[in-house]
């Protein structure tokens, strides 16, 4: 009785040793099949990875770009502040100096207006001539002390950046383009024309063009019309060219 109690039915160790099977197929499976899941979990974050590296890269790319911008953007501010705080300290007196031109060339025309003769025969006017004279040493030494130059080109080559040329003067004596004359001396200041000076210019004849008309008007008749003029048919003749007709009829 015993025996049979002990005794397992029938079945039941079969029904326990299907599922054992199983569990071992599907763990074989699972251990087949890790290494490529493995594999696409790791390839995934690296991917991911990488584009975020990518992204930070051009941004950081772009951001330096920017900031160069800005950085030359400033020093080129700087840069123009300077040069215009420098001019402006530099052409200050340029506005006082257009207007104080007009006063010096007054001053001048007065003292060129007396004659020494004039101003040794009346002693008050020789007087009042000394105090414009002086009066323009001052105004002179003015500008000197604030680097306004006068231009007075007298004698000198022509300069079409500082002189303004009114007339010419004909004179083959002379070099072309030379100063002739000055009507009105012109100013600047530093390297900045505040006036030109109205000037005359002289023109020479150029030597060669005179040495052509010259040659021109005095050269002799060609040597085949003197033939042609010659008298008889020796003239014509000698005038003759090969292949050439020359009628001798009078």
């Keep these: 009785m015993a025996s049979n109690d002990n005794?397992?039915?029938?079945?039941?160790?079969?029904?326990?040793?299907?599922?054992?099977?199983?569990?071992?197929?599907?763990?074989?499976?699972?251990?087949?099949?890790?290494?490529?899941?493995?594999?696409?979990?790791?390839?995934?974050?690296?991917?991911?990875?990488?584009a975020v590296i990518t992204a930070l890269q051009a941004e950081k790319a772009e951001l330096k770009d920017q900031l160069l911008r800005s950085l030359a953007e400033v020093e080129n501010v700087r840069r123009r502040a300077q040069r215009e705080r420098e001019n402006g300290a530099r052409y200050a007196a340029e506005p006082l100096a257009k207007d104080i031109l007009a006063v010096r060339d007054n001053l001048c025309r007065a003292i060129d207006s007396v004659s020494a003769e004039a101003a040794a025969a009346?002693?008050?006017?020789?007087?009042?001539?000394?105090?414009?004279?002086?009066?323009?040493?001052?105004?002179?030494?003015?500008?000197?002390?604030?680097?306004?130059?006068?231009?007075?080109p007298l004698g000198e080559k022509f300069d079409p950046n500082f002189h303004d040329a009114m007339f010419e003067v004909p004179d083959p004596g002379q070099t072309a383009g030379t100063v002739a004359q000055v009507i009105e001396v012109g100013y600047r200041l530093h390297d900045r024309l505040l006036r030109a000076a109205r000037v005359g210019v002289f023109k020479a004849a150029p030597a060669a063009a005179a040495a052509a008309d010259t040659a021109e008007t005095e050269a002799p008749e060609p040597a085949a019309d003197e033939a042609a003029e010659g008298d008889g048919p020796a003239g014509s003749e000698a005038a003759a060219k090969p292949g050439q007709r020359i009628d001798t009829a009078v």
């Design 122 to 152: 009346e002693p008050q006017l020789k007087a009042l001539l000394e105090g414009v004279v002086m009066t323009e040493k001052s105004l002179s030494e003015a500008f000197a002390r604030h680097h306004v130059e006068i231009i007075d």
């Design 7 to 50: 005794a397992k039915p029938e079945g039941e160790g079969s029904e326990e040793e299907i599922p054992a099977a199983e569990a071992a197929d599907s763990t074989e499976a699972q251990n087949e099949t890790s290494p490529e899941a493995a594999e696409t979990v790791e390839a995934k974050p690296a991917d991911a990875a990488a």
